[in-house]
């Protein structure tokens, strides 16, 4: 899914979001971007490397990743949740939360 650069839906500033997808990997190897919203300077993203999950955000140039969490090799779906809050990034897999990526940027600003 993709959005065009219009400076409307998803490349606003933000300070509160929510990112939720279903995952069904057919394996776990190599690097597999869930979602990516944003860009080098501003956004968020959430990827499995291997059975490493993931996710970060980017406040102007610096990266702030939370903590890993081990995806399951058992071929069923799972849920990955991602939420932002006034500066804090927390990751969930099936609603277990990984440690936070905390900054004082309470806001991630607009993107393209």
Do not use: M
């Amino acid at each position: 899914l993709r959005f065009g650069v219009d400076g409307g839906f998803l490349e606003t500033a933000f300070s509160a979001r929510t990112y939720s997808v279903w995952v069904k990997p057919a394996n776990l190897t190599g690097i597999k971007v869930l979602f990516e919203q944003g860009g080098s300077t501003a956004g968020v993203a959430a990827r499995l490397n291997g059975n490493v999950l993931t996710a970060a955000y980017r406040a102007y140039t610096t990266q702030y990743t939370t903590g890993s969490l081990t995806f399951p090799a058992d071929g069923a779906w799972h849920h990955v949740a991602v939420v932002f809050n006034n500066g804090t990034l927390t990751c969930y897999l099936d609603g277990v939360a990984s440690t936070n990526a905390t900054s004082t940027n309470a806001t991630i600003p607009a993107n393209a």
